[in-house]
């Protein structure tokens, strides 16, 4: 169903026309398959098969008709259509192209959109099961700045929620493992690969206790990077 239109001077817009809002994908009947190849359906209203549409887009005064397929996650998730009440308009290939232009913009904003929804449906699962977790956690973003620790990092090494930002690592590090908490963990998120290193960091209390601290990239589908995940585990000895 309709959720933006956009009408021409002197044509009134029939977002709220409870007819259209209620009209079934299925009822364009043939021109779905059409549709599902990514092609464009142009026709004129007087030549739908199905009567109660034919109907309808005629007492709208509508004459011709031009749809294209929105596609996000390779399904149709929307058309965008086109309609002339003016004239039994015969559709270019321009301006058919230009419709596929905008419908492909659309595809991909949309496309972002859920997935950044999905990103914080997921960050928010992650803090849930993270805050109580028995191993020190972290996220960092895609300047490998920290944004976000759980309960068990803050009791371990004493620094504050609000004391991560530009933390500086090599400041809690052990000065004979800066080598490889530091500049080998710097070498491969520059790659964007997973983290695995043993290294002794400096607790609450002053003293410094191994950790095993692995760390996963966080990558969208379209290939864009989040940042990483971490998990480190410490030594309770």
């Not at 364009?28 to 887009?57: M, P």
């Not at 929307?78 to 321009?94: H, L, N, Q």
Request: charge should be negative; glycine fraction near 6%; include cysteine.
């Amino acid at each position: 169903f309709p959720v933006t239109i956009w009408s021409a001077t002197g044509i009134s817009s029939q977002l709220k026309n409870p007819v259209l809002q209620s009209i079934p994908f299925a009822i364009l009947g043939k021109h779905i398959q059409t549709l599902s190849e990514g092609k464009a359906v142009s026709l004129f209203t007087d030549e739908l098969i199905n009567e109660f549409l034919r109907k309808e887009f005629q007492n709208e005064g509508i004459l011709s008709l031009m749809l294209i397929p929105i596609f996000v996650n390779q399904q149709i998730w929307g058309i965008v259509g086109f309609d002339d009440c003016t004239r039994r308009r015969v559709w270019t290939d321009e301006e058919k192209e230009v419709v596929k232009s905008f419908s492909s913009s659309l595809s991909s904003a949309i496309s972002r959109d859920k997935a950044q929804v999905a990103i914080r449906e997921s960050e928010e699962r992650f803090r849930l099961m993270a805050g109580n977790a028995p191993v020190m956690m972290w996220v960092s973003d895609e300047k490998d700045e920290l944004v976000y620790v759980n309960k068990s990092w803050t009791e371990f090494t004493g620094i504050s929620i609000n004391g991560i930002a530009h933390l500086d690592w090599s400041a809690i590090v052990h000065p004979q493992d800066v080598s490889i908490a530091v500049e080998k963990y710097n070498k491969l998120i520059e790659k964007q690969e997973t983290v695995l290193l043993e290294y002794r960091t400096r607790n609450h209390s002053g003293e410094y206790r191994w950790v095993l601290d692995k760390a996963n990239p966080r990558i969208l589908p379209d290939g864009s990077f989040l940042g990483y995940t971490g998990s480190a585990y410490r030594d309770w000895e």
